[in-house]
Structure formats: structure tokens, C-alpha cells
């Protein structure tokens, strides 16, 4: 059964220096409230700033030269679609963007219709010695698109798999479709909305992310129990590399050697394009309930989360946040949990009294319910704060203040030491340079065994400059985070950011076999050097 996807993006103007779309920016209200909330945490109002206009820019000329016939049509030049191309999203490619540095800017853009064009434009990239970065919709915050030095290349295009959104095939019996790698969240789901089913993977990033970034980053969703990572919705998917093509066929589940979806999901773009996968989907939810429970410390709340995880109640969601958390989301200084089921066909409102009594007997107490309709008007506060959370950043970073997320994952037993770990070496690097600084923090996800803590940290610079304040800052975290049984990264993929953590945790074996694998498929080193792997 073929279906149309459909565009949901509209006329909406991307921001080439900044999250998501130009329209979204913080409003001036918005704003106002965002600088009294720092003036209050920091001691002193920061003053915002905004981005080198795009007409400002000065980009390097293209070194793209005369084009083959066959790439003709799909390769996009202009300013802005370089500057689009150019940087994800993490705190040192929005400060250069912000800036209007885009010395290194990529040479082209290269937007491919179908696996024939990917593997024209690989060819192409083969035989010009150019480097290729694929561009799902640029939301990284790890490095995980660039920026590429150009004097380290001859060439560096990125390849946007934009135009890769057909959605081929649905089967509503066994509720499973393939799709096409650039449809972006939106329009994935629109597509499935009329048959009542879902992908039900929701990562912040959303609105301005891909179904082939998702696989290729191994991304989490925003549900917090259960099934959350994106493999283990991927019945089979079929990559593009220089090597020539991959497929892997969809079964229910096999026990036929080692499996490919799983090596590939998390490659990044270092092994070849991601063009299509076919996704295990479910049925929309009808029926939904949802409450805020407050606890008396975070020892507390954490040990009812594990309870709760346990029971199997099976919870669509359990996030713990932190004092802190609660208060810059607008729900005041409290440790919460914001507890929430669906089904498509069952009311689930006893399950949520069943929880709500487990969740008591540990010392939570539930907040007055606010809306009505079984929703709690917490959760929904909190879900508005969770979305429009980037656009804030945004503005921050516009206040010359740095701003950064730390999440992993760790056992029960491990977080209290984690966790220590973690704010002193927040609180060394601030001392060390004079600033000052707030941190919080909220559960993402909890498993039966442990759970993926994440934390904000907003600062000012103090006597450094901020990129270099930002580095210190990230390496004593990630060190923290591994040295006390913590993974490198949960959900936001290794990028460049994360390379060296990630390198010395998998070992010397595990540095061979994924050498291996990228020598295999990409020969030539053309595929997003520098991820993943030096």
C-alpha cells in the first residue's frame, strides 16, 4: 500500500543562524522573562545581541567548478543554502554562525531524489576527491555535521536528504511502513496520521529532524519507559555508500548472524547514506492520563522511579526533574515527577491511580490537577517548555553566555556518585575562571536497571572565552560521566564532540572493527571524516 507524504513545513524560512525557524524566535515578552530569570541566577542582566544578518555574510567562493550532467540539477549553491548546510546546532557552531563566520563553509549542496542520485552524487564525490556530509535537518549538537576545515579538503559538499521523503509502502495488517530517510517528524507523521497509526518516536528535535539523522545518530524519543531508541523500531533499512549498496531485508526478527540494522544504526554518515528504512509503527493513542507528583529530596523521587518502572504498570512516560529543572520550566522549586499512560484502545485512568499509589507509598504526593480532562496542566506546561527549550538557548547564546547539555546513562546505584562527579567538575572549571553559573537536571529515561540523567548548564564565561570555557567545560563533564560508570552519550549521538570518549570506551578491539567496517564501506574517506573515529 503506497502513500503520499505530506509537506508540513510550508513556506517556513529556516534559520541559517539559529534553531529551527526564523519565526519561532523568542518573542520580546519571552525574552524579557529569559533575562530577568538570568539576571536573578547570574548577579547581572545580560544584554542580547543578534546574528550577523544573512545579507552581511561574507561566504568563501565555491570550489565546485563545472559540474557532471547527471548532478546538474541537484546541486544548490546560494548563500543561504551554504549557510544552512554549514553548522548544526551545539553551542560552538551557533556561536560562529551567530558571528558570521562561515570561513568554512561547505563548497555545495547536493540534493539527491532517489538511491540512483545518491550514488551518482557519491561517484561524483569519488572522483573530484571530495569529502560528503549528509544533512538530514541539522539539528546535531555534537558536531555531528561540522564544521569541516576547508584547507584539510579540496571539496566539501553536504548531501541533504530532503528530497528522500516518499513514504513507498505502509502495511496496516502488520503495521509497518518503509520510508524514505529525509521525511522530517512532521511530515512522517502526517502521513500516518489517516491510517491511525504512528512511529511514536518523538526526540526534541522533532519538527527539524529526519528519520535517517534518527537512525544514524541513534536517537532517543521523548517517551521515557519502554521502547525510546529508534533501532528498535527498524525492522530493515538500505544504505548508499561508496562501496556500492546495502540492504537488509524486513523480518518480524531473525536469529541469522549479527545484525545489520544494529551496526549501521549510530554509524553517523561515516559508512554511506541511509536512503529508506522500514519502521515497525503502532496504533495511535485514544486514551491518555497524566499526573505531577512532588517528592520531598531527588533520593526520594529516584527511588519511586525505579519502583515504578518495575511494577509493570508500564508508564508511557516517568521524568524526575530537579528543583532547578522545575523552576527555569515555570513549575516552581519542587523535585517532580511527571508521570503519564496512553493506550489506543483502553482508559487508562486506573493505571494512573495504581501509580499514583505506588508513587505515595514512597513519599510523592500529587499536585492538584489543573485543566481537567485527565491531563495535568504540569506535564503540559512542562511539554511546551521542553519544545520551545532550543529557541531559548538560541537566545542565550545571543547573550554572550554559555549554554550546554550533558546526558548519559547510569545504574541506580551509581547516579549519587555520578552526580557529584559531574557538578564538581562544573564548579572547578567555574572557579578556575571566575564565572558563575546554574545547573539542573532531569531524568530523560529510566530503564528496569538505570536511568539517563541530563543536565543544563548556563554560565558566563567568567575571564576565558566562552568557546574555550565551552571546551574545558565539556571535557570535564564527559570525563566525569565515564569515570564514575556513566555512558559517553544516551541519546545525542558521538559526533566530534564525543569522539575521544567514545573512542577510549570501546578499546583498542572495538576501534579495529569499526576502522574495519569504515575501510570497507567507504574506502576512500569520503563519508563525514572526523565522526565517530580519528
Not at 98 to 116: I, K, M, N, Q, Y
Not at 231 to 256: K, Q, Y
Not at 500 to 509: D, K, L, Q, T
Request: hydrophobic share 45%; proline share 6%.
Amino acid at each position: 500500500m503506497a502513500i503520499e507524504a505530506v509537506d508540513t513545513m510550508g513556506a517556513a524560512m529556516r534559520n541559517h543562524a539559529g534553531w529551527g525557524e526564523v519565526e519561532g524566535a523568542l518573542s520580546a515578552a519571552e525574552l524579557e522573562t529569559l533575562t530577568s530569570l538570568l539576571e536573578a541566577a547570574l548577579g547581572g542582566r545580560p544584554s542580547y545581541h543578534h546574528p550577523v544578518p544573512l545579507s552581511s555574510i561574507e561566504m568563501p567562493s565555491s570550489r565546485l567548478g563545472r559540474l557532471p550532467p547527471a548532478l546538474a540539477g541537484m546541486v544548490d549553491g546560494d548563500t543561504f543554502s551554504r549557510a544552512l548546510h554549514s553548522y548544526g546546532r551545539s553551542f560552538p557552531e551557533l556561536v560562529r554562525a551567530r558571528s558570521g563566520d562561515f570561513s568554512d563553509a561547505v563548497d555545495g549542496v547536493l540534493h539527491p531524489a532517489d538511491e540512483t542520485e545518491v550514488a551518482e552524487a557519491l561517484d561524483f564525490a569519488a572522483r573530484a576527491g571530495a569529502v560528503v556530509v549528509p544533512f538530514g535537518g541539522g539539528s546535531s549538537v555534537v558536531g555531528g555535521i561540522g564544521p569541516l576545515h576547508r584547507r584539510d579538503h579540496p571539496l566539501v559538499l553536504a548531501l541533504d536528504t530532503g528530497r528522500l521523503d516518499t513514504v513507498a509502502e505502509l502495511d496496516p495488517i502488520s503495521q509497518t511502513a518503509r520510508l524514505g530517510a529525509g521525511l522530517l517528524g512532521p511530515a512522517l507523521e502526517a502521513a500516518l496520521r489517516p491510517h491511525g497509526l504512528t512511529l511514536r518516536h518523538f526526540p526534541q528535535s522533532f519538527e527539524f529532524s529526519s528519520l535517517g539523522g534518527w537512525i544514524a545518530t541513534r536517537s532517543g524519543g521523548h517517551f521515557a519507559v519502554g521502547t525510546t531508541h529508534i533501532e528498535d523500531f527498524v525492522s530493515a533499512l538500505t544504505m548508499v555508500s561508496p562501496a556500492g549498496v546495502l540492504r537488509t531485508r524486513p523480518l518480524p526478527a531473525s536469529g541469522a548472524g549479527p545484525a545489520l540494522e544494529r551496526i549501521l544504526a549510530g554509524s553517523e554518515g561515516a559508512f554511506g547514506v541511509i536512503t529508506e528504512a522500514t519502521m515497525k509503527l503502532a496504533a495511535r493513542p485514544v486514551y491518555r492520563a497524566s499526573a505531577s507528583v512532588v517528592f520531598p529530596s531527588m533520593a526520594a523521587a529516584l527511588g519511586a522511579l525505579a519502583e515504578l518502572v518495575r511494577s509493570r504498570l508500564n508508564p508511557a512516560n516517568c521524568r524526575v526533574l530537579d528543583e532547578s529543572e522545575s523552576l527555569r520550566s515555570g513549575l516552581g522549586a519542587k523535585v517532580r515527577m511527571l508521570v503519564a499512560f496512553e493506550s489506543p484502545n483502553t482508559p487508562v485512568d486506573a493505571l494512573l491511580s495504581a501509580a499514583l499509589e505506588l508513587l505515595g507509598a514512597e513519599g510523592g504526593i500529587k499536585e492538584a490537577e489543573e485543566g481537567g480532562g485527565g491531563r495535568s496542566g504540569a506535564a503540559d506546561r512542562w511539554r511546551s517548555s521542553f519544545i520551545r527549550a532550543p529557541y531559548f538557548a538560541d537566545a542565550i547564546v545571543g547573550m554572550g553566555l554559555v549554554v550546554e547539555t550533558f546526558e548519559t546513562s547510569v545504574s541506580y546505584a551509581g547516579f549519587p556518585e555520578l552526580d557529584e562527579a559531574a557538578r564538581r567538575a562544573i564548579s572547578r572549571v567555574e572557579r578556575a575562571r571566575g564565572a558563575r553559573g546554574f545547573v539542573s537536571c532531569r531524568v530523560t529515561h529510566a530503564y528496569s536497571d538505570g536511568l539517563a540523567p541530563y543536565y543544563t548548564v548556563i554560565a558566563s564565561p567568567g575571564t576565558a572565552d566562552p568557546l574555550a570555557f565551552w571546551a574545558e567545560l565539556k571535557e570535564a563533564v564527559t570525563e566525569a560521566f565515564v569515570h564514575h560508570g556513566g555512558a559517553v552519550t544516551h541519546h545525542h549521538g558521538v559526533g566530534r564532540y564525543h569522539r575521544p570518549a567514545f573512542e577510549e570506551s570501546i578499546g583498542e578491539a572495538g576501534r579495529a572493527a569499526l576502522g574495519a567496517l569504515r575501510r570497507h564501506f567507504d574506502p576512500q574517506g569520503l563519508m563525514n571524516p572526523g565522526v565517530l573515529l580519528g
